[in-house]
């Protein structure tokens, strides 16, 4: 397969409308009542760590960190992570979250929590949270919850309620 002609770049505030476009069409209405959602709706996204990735003009990708607290550390919440169902199993979801990885640990920061396909995350250093240390403020499905320590070792010691 050709390689696509992939721009990505940090979102501004002109992309706001078409990455809704693209999370009502790839999540669908319910993503409003997903715990995740609610968290990042509280605190809103890090536009200098979130990405867009478009091919030609048209957005066909976006990745979102945005900045929470597990108990009393600091962490980014990653997600959502959408991607247009024609351009979905490219690789642009791996490119936008490569990027969106790399800016974060440049940023300085350490930890990573998201709400995802544990298979899927794990090639990106994601792994389960071990039962009992992590909690999200609603219903999450435990395996679900992954964790990726940025730099070596920032997980260790954390625990507590993920919050804006």
Do not use: W
């Not at 490219?90 to 940023?107: C, F, N, P, Q």
Request: net charge positive; no cysteine; hydrophobic share 45%.
């Amino acid at each position: 397969m050709t390689e696509l002609p992939l721009t990505i770049a940090t979102e501004t505030p002109d992309d706001d409308a078409a990455v809704n476009r693209l999370h009502e069409r790839t999540f669908g209405p319910g993503r409003f009542a997903r715990t995740a959602f609610r968290i990042r709706e509280q605190a809103g996204h890090e536009r200098s760590l979130s990405f867009t990735a478009r091919v030609g003009t048209m957005l066909v990708g976006s990745v979102r960190l945005t900045q929470v607290r597990v108990g009393a550390t600091p962490a980014l919440l990653l997600g959502p992570l959408s991607v247009e169902p024609p351009f979905q199993s490219v690789g642009i979801g791996a490119r936008l979250m490569d990027v969106a990885l790399k800016a974060a640990e440049t940023a300085g920061h350490r930890l990573v929590v998201l709400v995802g396909d544990a298979p899927y995350y794990a090639k990106f250093g994601f792994k389960p949270v071990p039962p009992g240390t992590v909690a999200l403020p609603g219903p999450v499905d435990p395996a679900r919850l992954l964790v990726a320590e940025l730099s070596p070792g920032a997980f260790a010691g954390v625990s507590g309620m993920v919050n804006a």
